[in-house]
């Protein structure tokens, strides 16, 4: 079993949609939890970050840790075209040594 | 703020030579940096933590004569791909850990061709 599962998709949604994406994770340890996006050929773009267990919003994304039921999960409204990219949940014990899911491509149609 | 770069962004090379890529945070310092490895459709994989000044600790199968790190200042680490063969063509991303909160800020992503 992998240490942090993710569903790689691909998941396709039409433009407005309110799109759900979420890892679970086996290591009760971890503390420090994010959500990346990476476009194609790019490298990862840190969307939310979160410590501990709680929701945090900015803008449009939502971001929920709860760590009793070691799931996490990345909102997002009102979807848009330019928001298609594949989203990586990580992880980490200490801010050191993330965990990285294996990604959800994710495409919004217009 | 929180941005790295990364140089080459591409490069192709022929078997047997060896390849070196940049990483520097341009506005934080960054007392570890860390690389990565991506295979299409794949997640990251880390191959080796780097820390300022001392030597690097690789992860597990990746062979530290074949990948070496120097991370020489708080802005700049680098990778160093010695006797490059076909399978080592991938994506090759860095990142640096930014002390005040405590997460990882990623470069754009070196995209390596080995002939």
């Known amino acids: 079993q992998k240490e942090v599962e993710q569903d790689p998709g691909p998941l396709s949604v039409p433009e407005g949609a309110i799109v759900s994406l979420n890892c679970t994770y086996s290591?009760?340890?971890?503390?420090?939890f994010m959500w990346y996006r990476q476009y194609s050929r790019k490298g990862p773009e840190l969307l939310m970050y979160t410590y501990s267990s709680g929701n945090k919003e900015d803008g449009r994304f939502t971001a929920q840790v709860d760590k009793s039921s070691k799931y996490i999960s990345l909102f997002i409204r009102d979807s848009q075209p330019s928001d298609s990219a594949t989203y990586l949940c990580a992880m980490s014990e200490g801010a050191q040594k993330l965990v990285f899911g294996q990604g959800t491509r994710l495409t919004i149609n217009p | 703020g929180a941005v790295v770069s990364q140089h080459p962004s591409r490069v192709i090379c022929k078997s047997g030579t060896s390849v070196k890529i940049e990483c520097r945070s341009l506005d934080f310092q960054a007392t570890t940096m860390f690389w990565y490895r991506q295979f299409p459709k794949q997640s990251l994989m880390l191959m080796a933590t780097s820390n300022e000044g001392s030597k690097a600790t690789y992860e597990q199968g990746v062979e530290k004569d074949k990948f070496l790190i120097n991370h020489a200042s708080l802005t700049l680490s680098t990778l160093t791909v010695t006797s490059a063969h076909p399978e080592d063509s991938s994506f090759y991303i860095c990142s640096a850990m930014r002390r005040e909160v405590e997460t990882q800020y990623f470069g754009p992503g070196t995209r390596l061709l080995v002939l």
């Open positions: 290591n009760s340890a971890f503390q420090y």
